[in-house]
């Protein structure tokens, strides 16, 4: 049965982190001093009739050819993955349908990779457009390239000083006036709203495409990812080359 692209993509990552922890591993086992030495000896004593002591020995236990091998054969793993990936990737193509209608044709996996994540910012600048203000009514006027509200009047006022007499004059005493102001017309103001923003329609509108074009840029990468792949045997020549 040929295999997928995407049953590659699936295997590369767990395939990574084998081959980094078996690299570390390596370093590290190498790196012991202890492992990578042994001693052998025997005791001979001077006088025929001496005390005699049983021989000694400590056994290498790392070898480093042996990490070279183990280490070549964990990366091979790696590097075929890899490159049966990348030249892959080089043939998966598919195109991007919206609504039925090819809108781009035969677009490689990598360029769906990244449509697809410039759409998510793409989502979120179109998701923070400003919006009219529902509260008002809005008209589009060519003559300023915007948006106006309807003429608004409202009144200017002004604060007037009146006398309220509580109490006329007497011969006695003085009239008790007392003062205070009255909120007068003197005017009015015609007022009219302008905005560049955009009717919430719009908004909504744009968001709905720019979801359409996520979900058909998905597919496609799905499509593409399905192409079938032929195995690269790169790591064998590599090693090959590095450690023989």
């Known amino acids: 049965m040929a295999t997928k692209l995407n049953q590659i993509i699936a295997v590369e990552k767990g395939v990574k982190a084998k081959a980094s922890a078996d690299l570390t591993q390596a370093q590290h086992d190498v790196q012991k001093t202890a492992l990578l030495t042994g001693i052998a000896r025997t005791y001979q004593p001077r006088d025929e009739d001496g005390e005699m002591f049983?021989?000694?020995?400590?056994?290498?236990?790392?070898?480093?050819?042996?990490?070279?091998?183990?280490?070549?054969?964990?990366?091979?793993?790696?590097?075929?993955?890899?490159?049966?990936?990348?030249?892959?990737?080089?043939?998966?193509?598919?195109?991007?349908?919206?609504?039925?209608r090819v809108l781009l044709a035969e677009v490689p996996v990598s360029y769906l990779l990244f449509l697809e994540k410039q759409l998510v910012d793409v989502h979120g600048f179109v998701k923070k457009l400003p919006v009219l203000d529902a509260a008002e009514s809005w008209n589009r006027d060519e003559s300023t390239d915007s948006w106006r509200?309807?003429?608004?009047k409202t009144n200017r006022t002004k604060k007037v000083y009146r006398n309220h007499v509580k109490a006329e004059a007497t011969e006695k005493h003085p009239a008790?006036?007392?003062?205070?102001?009255?909120d007068v017309t003197i005017g009015h103001w015609t007022t009219v709203k302008f905005s560049g923003a955009l009717?919430?329609?719009?908004?909504?509108?744009?968001?709905?495409?720019?979801?359409?074009?996520?979900?058909?840029?998905?597919?496609?990468?799905e499509e593409a990812n399905g192409t079938e792949v032929s195995d690269q045997r790169i790591g064998d020549a590599v090693f090959a080359f590095l450690f023989e």
Do not use: M
């Open 54 to 100: 049983p021989p000694e020995s400590t056994r290498v236990q790392v070898h480093a050819e042996d990490v070279l091998r183990t280490t070549a054969s964990s990366l091979t793993r790696l590097f075929d993955v890899t490159a049966t990936k990348d030249w892959a990737n080089c043939d998966a193509r598919a195109d991007v349908k919206v609504d039925g």
């Open 149 to 152: 509200t309807e003429p608004v």
């Open 176 to 182: 008790q006036v007392e003062v205070y102001t009255e």
């Open 199 to 221: 009717p919430a329609r719009r908004v909504n509108q744009l968001l709905e495409r720019v979801e359409k074009l996520q979900q058909a840029v998905k597919f496609a990468r």
